[in-house]
């Protein structure tokens, strides 16, 4: 089987050189690269997260999440990382995939396929690590996530919510109240 070698980049807002490169049996799943990729940067795998198949451009494209949060609402299947085999998704040499960690902190990881080569890989490892995830980072990200909050007061204070001036009562068509319906 051949071992697939991925360049994984932390992306952060003070654009420092973290990234490793890991290399992964193909047959294997996203749930082992999931798993090597927040061991070696120092995450935890206990947080939600999901990995897109990514265009040359970083676009997000089908998802693989860790877990089926669709609760059977939608028609189309949800994949799970460990149930996907990362061969299914190889559509070029030089694959991209999007992992986003956290959904709450959005720690965001750029994978790119480096190579594909004849070693026996059993199991996920890291071959080369720059950089490291300190605590000023950390902090950096925690401190953005913060200006990222709203002001539920001050929003209730202001009155931009107005939309009596949009209103139109033949909008309603034929709707008079809600006794109308048996409910």
């Known amino acids: 089987m051949p071992a697939l070698k991925f360049r994984v980049l932390l992306d952060s807002i003070k654009k420092e050189e973290i990234f490793r490169d890991i290399v992964i049996d193909d047959s294997d799943n996203f749930q082992s690269l999931y798993t090597c990729i927040v061991d070696s940067f120092g995450f935890t795998d206990n947080e939600m997260a999901s990995f897109y198949v990514s265009d040359f451009e970083w676009n997000k494209g089908d998802e693989i999440s860790l877990m089926d949060m669709s609760f059977g609402e939608d028609d ?88 009596e001036d949009d209103y139109d009562e033949e909008d309603l068509g034929d709707f008079y109240n809600m006794d109308e319906f048996d409910i």
Do not use: C
């Open 76 to 163: 189309s299947p949800v994949e799970i990382m460990s149930k996907t085999l990362i061969r299914h998704h190889i559509e070029s040499p030089k694959q991209r995939y999007i992992l986003v960690h956290n959904f709450m902190d959005m720690w965001i990881f750029l994978l790119e396929m480096q190579e594909i080569s004849s070693l026996e890989v059993t199991t996920p490892e890291v071959v080369l690590s720059v950089g490291a995830l300190t605590d000023e980072l950390r902090k950096t990200k925690t401190r953005e996530n913060e200006d990222l909050q709203f002001d539920t007061e001050e929003m209730e204070k202001d009155d931009e919510f107005d939309f």
